[in-house]
């Protein structure tokens, strides 16, 4: 995995937010970051190796790092001297649904010095989190890692990460930068996005014409995969009584990549995802 390490403090508030004044909340200091949630659920939901890139600042890199070896995952985290570990503020409603506030901090300063060929040895795939595409410095990373991998003949899958972000970029941009990569694992409205499409089954069909796997998550509803121009499968989610959906795209992203690394099908390692994707929910934070 080559990603993003975050410091989140998630607040979850039952009432709506009060302007001007205080409003009651549970308030937790946690381990985060797309990337770093990703290896986290990849290292729980199977038997595989997984080691992960990213750039901390000095403030948190021991606590992030300690964190991520108790969770199974091989951390290489680079120290930036100059800014802090990124931090998001997630705001979670009574639905569950979250807002986040984003300080990327040392996170899209990963830089292509950071990273070697080396750490290609014995791996048989490499995950990169979009959130590495939205600043032309960790983007120059993504393209040499991309390009390094393709060499080796190791495949690449990449999450766009974020709505908000991939609209600033623009979709064209992104698609342009995420080339070469053999598996793309957005949401709805990431890939909704990035094709101009109403519906997301038709928008991963159309990705799987740039991309020869696509599977797009679509929270309670499962998720969908298409390959080569075609559907291939739709896969429901269990039931879950969610609190905090922050993290529940990685968890599906980690179990579907370890799960299709075990030499599973497509549908069968997005059912994998869905499983975890509900495990994730129904707790604060979004790590396993």
Not at 5 to 32: F, Q
Not at 84 to 97: H, Q, S, Y
Not at 153 to 173: T, W, Y
Request: with cysteine; net charge negative; glycine share 10%.
């Amino acid at each position: 995995m080559v990603g993003d390490v975050v410091t989140d403090v998630v607040a979850r508030h039952a009432e709506p937010l009060a302007p001007a004044t205080d409003t009651a909340a549970l308030i937790r200091t946690l381990p985060g970051g797309a990337g770093a949630n990703v290896a986290c659920w990849a290292a729980c939901s199977g038997d595989a190796e997984v080691r992960l890139l990213a750039r901390v600042g000095v403030d948190a890199a021991a606590w992030h790092e300690r964190a991520l070896r108790a969770a199974g995952v091989r951390p290489t985290l680079v120290p930036d001297p100059e800014v802090p570990t990124a931090t998001v503020i997630a705001l979670v409603g009574a639905d569950a649904e979250r807002t986040f506030l984003t300080d990327s901090g040392a996170a899209l300063r990963l830089a292509p010095g950071d990273w070697s060929p080396r750490l290609l040895d014995g791996v048989g795939r490499v995950h990169l989190s979009g959130y590495l595409f939205f600043a032309d410095r960790s983007r120059a990373t993504a393209a040499v890692v991309l390009r390094d991998a393709c060499a080796a003949g190791v495949p690449v899958s990449v999450d766009p990460a974020s709505a908000g972000f991939l609209r600033e970029l623009g979709p064209d941009l992104f698609l342009a930068a995420a080339h070469g990569a053999d598996c793309l694992l957005p949401n709805a409205d990431e890939a909704c996005l990035l094709t101009g499409l109403a519906d997301p089954a038709d928008a991963a069909v159309a990705l799987s014409d740039r991309f020869p796997l696509v599977a797009v998550t679509l929270g309670p509803a499962g998720a969908v995969v298409a390959s080569r121009g075609r559907l291939l499968a739709r896969v429901p989610a269990p039931a879950a009584r969610p609190v905090d959906t922050t993290g529940a795209g990685d968890a599906f992203t980690g179990a579907f990549l370890t799960t299709l690394l075990s030499g599973a099908s497509p549908g069968a390692a997005a059912l994998a995802g869905c499983r975890a994707g509900a495990a994730a929910v129904t707790r604060t934070g979004g790590r396993p």
